[in-house]
């Protein structure tokens, strides 16, 4: 079982009126690599979080893990545990950015948000079309949270240039974090005298 972590971009509006949706894996980890002792807990509020997307929809049901209200009350602590877990994770993409600072080379930061997150896979018919029911840790720059995700009720389709059809469920789930918009993260990029970026962190 692995999890996926996946950085999330959305560009300025267009000439066509809609925002461009972009996310890329930045790599995948054994599950219980990165959550450890925490991981059996975690399967179930997965669980509990897709059975919610199936029972009540996935446009309005949230995705991210533990923030389903009652149920997930027993599932608080060891979220925190959970969230650390994987913000032990993404610090460590940003080893070289940390070292660079460190020595006084030039290092160009922004505030990341991410959030730990379970999105139902899409079916037409018996085909899987987006998505597998995997567990992922979507990172998305703050700003742009903020600035470029509405927190509307319209659809996908009308504000944003998707890449695939199926991806209004990641809109879904950036809506969701604009809302909760907790525990920032910094990611840095190294990039020399010039200004010229040498490495993506």
Do not use: W
Request: glycine share 6%; proline share 2%.
């Amino acid at each position: 079982e692995l999890t996926n972590f996946s950085l999330n971009e959305i560009g300025e509006t267009g000439e066509n009126g809609k925002r461009p949706l972009r996310f890329r894996t930045l790599t995948e980890l054994k599950t219980q690599d990165v959550f450890g002792r925490e991981t059996k807990e975690l399967r179930a509020a997965v669980d509990r979080t897709l059975e919610r997307q199936e029972l009540k929809g996935l446009e309005i049901e949230n995705p991210m893990v533990g923030g389903g209200g009652d149920e997930d009350t027993a599932f608080v602590n060891t979220n925190n545990l959970v969230q650390l877990h994987a913000l032990n994770t993404l610090s460590g993409f940003c080893r070289a950015g940390f070292v660079s600072r460190a020595l006084g080379a030039p290092v160009v930061e922004e505030r990341f948000v991410y959030a730990v997150t379970a999105e139902l896979a899409l079916e037409v018919g018996q085909r899987k079309v987006a998505f597998t029911n995997k567990l992922r840790v979507m990172l998305v720059r703050e700003d742009v949270l903020l600035e470029r995700v509405d927190d509307t009720n319209r659809s996908a389709e009308e504000l944003y240039e998707l890449e695939a059809a199926s991806h209004h469920q990641r809109i879904t789930t950036l809506r969701h974090m604009r809302r909760a918009l907790t525990m920032p993260v910094r990611v840095a990029l190294i990039v020399n005298a010039d200004g010229d970026v040498i490495m993506r962190l």
